[in-house]
């Protein structure tokens, strides 16, 4: 299983950019889930979001709900992560992550997914 993020960069204020998490190896429409997470240094990685291919389901951390969307393309093997009014607390390394576990009532926990992709930093600032 491999993942290659991309994606991320340096943008102003309540900008938009979107992620893209290349997959392959693992099957997007199983009853894994994939997820995304963020890093800022000397803070723990925090999930953000994760879903289901199997069902669509997704969840939302409360610091990214209503503004980040996740989503798939089983057939392009992809996972995205569209990012809209972006501030600069969103500035972080964020990495997608596959075959884990995705609840619906908390925050996916990184020590539950297998796979992971490199990071790819957004930086948020006028």
């Known amino acids: 299983v491999q993942l290659q993020a991309s994606g991320g960069g340096l943008v102003q204020p309540g900008a938009s950019l979107r992620l893209s998490c290349a997959v392959s190896g693992f099957n997007l429409e199983g009853n894994s889930a994939v997820g995304w997470f963020r890093q800022t240094p000397g803070q723990e990685r925090e999930g953000i979001s994760c879903m289901y291919g199997s069902d669509n389901s997704t969840y939302y951390a409360d610091s990214v709900k209503g503004r980040f969307t996740i989503s798939t393309d089983n057939a392009k093997k992809m996972v995205y992560l569209q990012m809209n009014n972006l501030k600069p607390e969103d500035t972080a390394v964020y990495y997608c992550?596959?075959?884990?576990?995705?609840?619906?009532?908390?925050?996916?926990?990184?020590?539950?997914?297998?796979?992971w992709g490199q990071g790819t930093q957004v930086t948020v600032s006028s």
């Open positions: 992550a596959a075959d884990g576990v995705c609840y619906m009532d908390y925050d996916p926990m990184d020590h539950e997914y297998d796979r």
